[in-house]
């Protein structure tokens, strides 16, 4: 199990472009749900676990979200973890930190906003009989 336990509260700062002017509207609504949705993910047995804390009353968009997370956590656990290194000086960890914290946000919201977008074209194309 991971030494860290990392809750992250991130909010979308905005919807990846929607494929379609269909879409748009919808990928704005699950935008607005996102921001509201907060989880928690832990490392157990060298897998992530991510637990919906608040949910948007859909268990898609809940699982984008944490699906990102996970994503975004494992790629950035070397980093994370350097940033734990006691033999470097304070002020060289938060340094470390805040542009890590800053990178997994990006990851996660770059990661978040494309299967948002992908979701809302798979429903909408759904709607249109087309599956």
């Given amino acids: 199990m ?3 336990a990392i809750l992250l509260a ?3 700062q905005a919807a990846a472009p929607a494929p379609n002017l269909a879409t748009a509207g919808e990928v704005v609504v699950m935008g607005e749900k996102l921001k509201k949705w907060r989880a928690s993910v832990r490392e157990r047995k060298g897998k992530m676990v991510c ?3 608040s949910s948007t ?3 898609e968009l809940d699982a ?3 699906n990102a997370m996970a994503t975004c956590l494992t790629q950035f656990k070397p980093r994370l973890n350097a940033t734990l290194d006691r033999t470097l000086a304070a002020a060289e960890r938060k340094s470390l930190r805040d ?3 800053r990178d997994l946000f990006t990851c996660v ?3 978040r906003d494309t299967a948002a977008a992908a979701l809302a074209e798979r429903r909408y194309q759904e709607r249109q009989g087309n599956r």
Avoid: E
């Fill in 2 to 4: 991971i030494l860290v």
């Fill in 10 to 12: 991130t909010t979308l």
């Fill in 51 to 53: 637990t919906t804390k």
């Fill in 57 to 59: 009353g859909d268990q």
């Fill in 64 to 66: 984008i979200g944490c």
């Fill in 99 to 101: 542009a890590a914290d």
């Fill in 109 to 111: 919201t770059t990661n």
